[in-house]
């Protein structure tokens, strides 16, 4: 397999990150994940804005114009025949000998990107996913789509260890997002969904499925809402880059609706897959 490191598309064998490298030692860089259907990338141009508003956000300079991050990226996938899957990508702040404050003089910053190939969890869309409730322990600005992951890795592992899905974290009694996703609950035709603060990460498929709500015609609110409110809802989604639009059919045991992916659920799914149709004729 062909990575992108910095600016050149080498084999894997070839790439080597410094043991001094800040995103290994601080987690002091950034990420994207951006799925690629029938080998093209989806919401590309939206990706990469996100990646260099995170990459000015903790001020760290990516030095390729995003035109030319899209043309590897493009390459990347084109070189790796991916059909469909995924691009990994982050950007750490260089290599430097440890200190916490920023290397002086600035040091090149290190960007890495591979491909994987990826079947859709065609399965858990149909048939909805469990989750739990875990407490979001995580800092105050999970605007930034950073490397430093641990708040979320505790999380899903807690998930995962009680045969969960994902984990819809909650600070105190309000809902923010799940461990590696954004998070919807629809009660009586309206949607509800956590507003856009530092406190959850602006996903791009939470940017598409508002979209398609106005095309299906749910009423959509961005206001907070509690853990019994979510209990009560009618239907519940997370989303995803790679998730989609995925209905969760409990929550800690406690069934949502009827137990099966509801209605408007499936209407949105629908108006998501219109917006891919190069998937379609796979
Ligand atoms: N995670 N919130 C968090 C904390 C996330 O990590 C993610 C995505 C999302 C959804 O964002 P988007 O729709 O842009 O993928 C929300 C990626 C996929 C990951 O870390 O693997």
């Given at each position: 397999?062909?990575?992108?490191?910095?600016?050149?598309?080498v084999?894997?064998?070839?790439?080597?990150?410094?043991?001094e490298?800040?995103?290994?030692?601080?987690?002091?860089?950034?990420?994207?994940?951006?799925k690629i259907?029938?080998?093209?990338?989806f919401?590309?141009?939206?990706?990469?804005?996100?990646?260099?508003?995170?990459?000015?956000?903790?001020q760290?300079?990516?030095?390729y114009?995003?035109?030319?991050?899209?043309?590897?990226l493009h390459?990347?996938?084109?070189?790796?025949?991916?059909?469909?899957?995924?691009?990994?990508?982050q950007?750490?702040r260089?290599?430097?000998p440890r200190?916490?404050?920023?290397?002086?003089p600035?040091?090149?910053?290190?960007?890495t990107a591979?491909?994987?190939?990826?079947?859709?969890p065609?399965?858990?869309?149909?048939?909805?996913?469990?989750?739990c409730?875990?407490?979001?322990?995580?800092?105050?600005?999970?605007?930034?789509?950073?490397?430093?992951l641990?708040?979320?890795?505790?999380?899903?592992?807690?998930?995962?260890?009680k045969?969960?899905?994902?984990?819809?974290?909650?600070?105190g009694?309000?809902?923010?997002?799940?461990?590696?996703?954004?998070v919807?609950?629809?009660?009586?035709?309206?949607?509800?969904?956590?507003p856009v603060?530092?406190?959850?990460l602006?996903?791009?498929?939470?940017?598409?499925i508002?979209?398609?709500c106005q095309?299906?015609?749910?009423?959509?609110v961005?206001?907070?809402?509690?853990?019994?409110?979510a209990?009560e809802?009618?239907?519940?989604?997370m989303?995803?880059?790679?998730?989609?639009?995925?209905?969760i059919?409990?929550i800690?045991?406690h069934?949502?609706?009827?137990?099966k992916?509801?209605e408007?659920?499936?209407?949105l799914?629908?108006?998501?897959?219109?917006?891919i149709?190069?998937?379609?004729?796979?």
């Amino acid at each position: 397999m062909k990575i992108l490191w910095n600016d050149q598309i080498v084999d894997e064998k070839e790439v080597k990150i410094g043991y001094e490298d800040r995103g290994y030692q601080f987690g002091d860089g950034i990420y994207e994940v951006i799925k690629i259907y029938n080998a093209d990338v989806f919401t590309a141009t939206e990706h990469i804005d996100r990646l260099y508003a995170s990459a000015d956000k903790i001020q760290l300079v990516i030095p390729y114009t995003k035109d030319v991050l899209h043309k590897m990226l493009h390459e990347l996938i084109e070189i790796n025949e991916v059909q469909n899957g995924h691009i990994y990508l982050q950007v750490t702040r260089g290599t430097s000998p440890r200190q916490h404050n920023f290397p002086l003089p600035v040091v090149e910053s290190v960007l890495t990107a591979y491909t994987k190939e990826t079947t859709r969890p065609l399965a858990e869309l149909e048939n909805g996913v469990k989750v739990c409730f875990v407490e979001d322990v995580r800092w105050l600005r999970c605007d930034i789509k950073s490397l430093n992951l641990l708040g979320n890795v505790l999380a899903k592992q807690e998930a995962v260890s009680k045969n969960c899905y994902e984990a819809i974290q909650h600070r105190g009694e309000i809902i923010t997002e799940g461990s590696s996703s954004n998070v919807y609950g629809i009660k009586d035709g309206v949607l509800y969904t956590h507003p856009v603060s530092n406190l959850i990460l602006n996903g791009i498929t939470r940017k598409v499925i508002l979209d398609c709500c106005q095309e299906v015609g749910i009423q959509v609110v961005e206001e907070a809402f509690t853990k019994e409110q979510a209990l009560e809802m009618d239907e519940f989604i997370m989303s995803s880059t790679n998730a989609e639009v995925m209905p969760i059919i409990s929550i800690d045991g406690h069934m949502i609706g009827n137990g099966k992916r509801g209605e408007w659920t499936e209407k949105l799914q629908q108006a998501f897959e219109k917006k891919i149709p190069a998937t379609l004729e796979v």
